[in-house]
């Protein structure tokens, strides 16, 4: 019987892959109750960083101050840019307080993956469990995209809705939410691979699994490739080879070994998802003569979009408009867009500034401390491989998705959350894992020593401060 923490997490993100990716309201509201029965089920709270825990106190802090009924002169000192369009009397600063509260509600949520994936990564068993759950999710993430390409080839996974008459309905409609999907999940079946392989000397039961992994692994990371080249995804194609570059020393050991064999492999995998794609790859390659140009909205590039949202932002640069408020304020600086509607700014870095002010920034700045921390080069190269690839392909997942969250909103889709969220909880928990081991053996390491001078009761002494402190 598997434990039910992990029934329940897999449920949540194989269900939602398959059920829209969770941009419904009912796929929202059950993944708010799997995720509330998981933080239930903790018997006690996994440690998080220092950072994380400031972070999260300026959140609730910011968060409250923004819903706050306030009076009209406190609301424009704070939000001088607008003025002219505040209520009088009392009101929060928010100025779309349900956008506010929905995007609390999510966050609170992924708070809750976070802990229960921290929880799941510290056990010897349960950190494959994760990467092996992400590498399903890869997979099917990228048959569904590759089935629904030839109906709509532009719009990699185009899911119409099945009540109500149709329309488009889903999460891939557009091609670069589906690549971060896969920016999130390739990393693991990659990783997965390479243990795999690692493994494969071994004799007897061990290396059969080993190659029924490595296998399988290999079939997801092709397929997952030929699906991001296909759609056609401009930025998911580059920033996954950006972030694949600049944490290849996190995957390699000090010391010099033979790494042909894997530079071999890994071309003729790319070869094989190349193939696969290879009718799609002069689109691809055209595509990215206009990086920056947003499709539907007159002509304006991310640069008009970006100056408008930084306008937006200089209007109330302390707290912000209001958390999740971006779409019902950016009409004072939106540029012509003609009919076009403009809901997101096309950067979730720069809309989360303009929504949440210098003080939100402060906030992502303590999550992100907390988050790089634990990626000490010096540390990672030098431990065991079934802990620094993990650790090596969490690295891949971040740095792509930063990179692409700078020209994009992939984060907005709840799938891509919970996935980057089970990725933050791996590392912490992988962390955790290992200053409970150096803890063991500082302790059986001063055990050793008292026995073997013949002092029990300073052992005994020392056995009870350990105790006491938890470790």
Same mark, same amino acid.
């Given at each position: 019987m598997f434990p039910l923490h992990r029934v329940l997490l897999a449920v949540l993100l194989v269900g939602n892959t398959v059920a829209f990716a969770g941009v419904d309201s009912?796929?929202?509201?059950?993944?708010?109750?799997?995720?509330?029965? +998981?933080?239930?089920?903790?018997?006690?709270?996994?440690?998080?960083?220092?950072?994380?825990?400031?972070?999260?106190?300026?959140?609730?802090?910011?968060?409250?101050l923004q819903l706050s009924p306030l009076p009209e002169f406190f609301r424009a000192f704070l939000q001088p840019g607008f003025a002219e369009v505040l209520a009088p009397g009392w009101y929060p600063l928010s100025l779309a307080p349900w956008a506010t509260l929905k995007v609390v509600a999510s966050i609170v949520v992924m708070a809750g993956v976070v802990l229960v994936s921290a929880r799941i990564a510290a056990t010897r068993s349960g950190l494959p469990m994760l990467l092996g759950l992400l590498t399903v999710v890869c997979g099917l993430v990228a048959v569904l995209g590759l089935a629904g390409e030839s109906g709509t080839p532009e719009k990699v996974m185009l899911i119409r809705a099945n009540t109500g008459g149709g329309g488009a309905y889903g999460p891939f409609v557009n091609s670069n939410h589906f690549a971060a999907a896969i920016e999130l999940t390739l990393p693991a079946a990659l990783v997965l691979l390479v243990v795999a392989v690692r493994n494969l000397p071994r004799s007897g039961a061990l290396r059969q699994r080993a190659a029924v992994a490595a296998l399988a692994a290999?079939?997801?990371?092709?397929?997952?490739?030929?699906?991001? +080249?296909?759609?056609?995804?401009?930025?998911?194609? +580059?920033?996954?080879?950006?972030?694949?570059?600049?944490?290849?020393?996190?995957?390699?050991?000090?010391?010099?070994?033979?790494?042909?064999?894997?530079?071999?492999?890994?071309?003729?995998?790319?070869?094989?998802?190349?193939?696969?794609?290879?009718?799609?790859?002069?689109?691809?390659?055209?595509?990215?003569?206009?990086?920056?140009? *947003?499709?539907?909205?007159?002509?304006?590039?991310?640069?008009?979009?970006?100056?408008?949202?930084?306008?937006?932002?200089?209007?109330?640069p302390a707290v912000g408009s209001g958390l999740g408020s971006y779409r019902h304020v950016i009409g004072l600086d939106k540029p012509a867009t003609g009919t076009a509607v403009l809901e997101?700014?096309?950067?979730?870095?720069?809309?989360?500034?303009?929504?949440?002010?210098?003080?939100?920034?402060?906030?992502?700045?303590?999550?992100?401390?907390?988050?790089? *921390?634990?990626?000490?080069?010096?540390?990672?190269?030098?431990?065991?491989?079934?802990?620094?690839?993990?650790?090596?392909?969490?690295?891949?997942?971040?740095?792509?998705?930063?990179?692409?969250?700078?020209?994009?909103?992939?984060?907005q889709i709840p799938l891509n959350r919970y996935l980057l969220a089970v990725w933050v909880g791996l590392v912490w928990g992988v962390a955790?894992?290992?200053?409970?081991?150096?803890?063991?053996?500082?302790?059986?390491?001063?055990?050793?020593?008292?026995?073997?001078?013949?002092?029990?009761?300073r052992l005994e002494d020392h056995n009870d401060e350990q105790l006491d402190s938890g470790e």
């Open positions: 009912v796929a929202r509201l059950l993944s708010a109750v799997i995720v509330f029965v +998981l933080v239930m089920d903790l018997r006690q709270l996994p440690k998080i960083p220092a950072a994380a825990r400031f972070g999260a106190l300026g959140f609730v802090a910011l968060v409250g290999a079939v997801v990371g092709t397929v997952a490739v030929a699906g991001v +080249l296909r759609s056609g995804s401009r930025g998911g194609v +580059l920033f996954v080879v950006v972030a694949a570059a600049l944490t290849l020393p996190l995957w390699l050991r000090p010391q010099r070994s033979r790494r042909w064999p894997w530079l071999v492999g890994a071309v003729a995998l790319l070869a094989v998802a190349t193939t696969l794609a290879w009718t799609r790859v002069p689109e691809l390659r055209d595509g990215f003569s206009d990086l920056l140009v *947003v499709e539907g909205v007159e002509d304006n590039t991310r640069w008009d979009l970006w100056a408008g949202t930084m306008r937006s932002f200089s209007r109330a997101q700014a096309h950067s979730d870095w720069l809309e989360w500034a303009s929504t949440s002010g210098v003080a939100g920034i402060l906030v992502l700045l303590f999550v992100l401390i907390a988050v790089v *921390v634990p990626f000490n080069p010096r540390r990672v190269r030098n431990l065991r491989f079934e802990l620094r690839y993990p650790l090596a392909g969490a690295a891949v997942a971040f740095v792509a998705t930063a990179l692409h969250e700078m020209v994009g909103f992939g984060l955790n894992r290992l200053r409970e081991g150096s803890a063991r053996a500082r302790f059986q390491k001063v055990a050793k020593t008292e026995v073997s001078g013949g002092n029990l009761s």
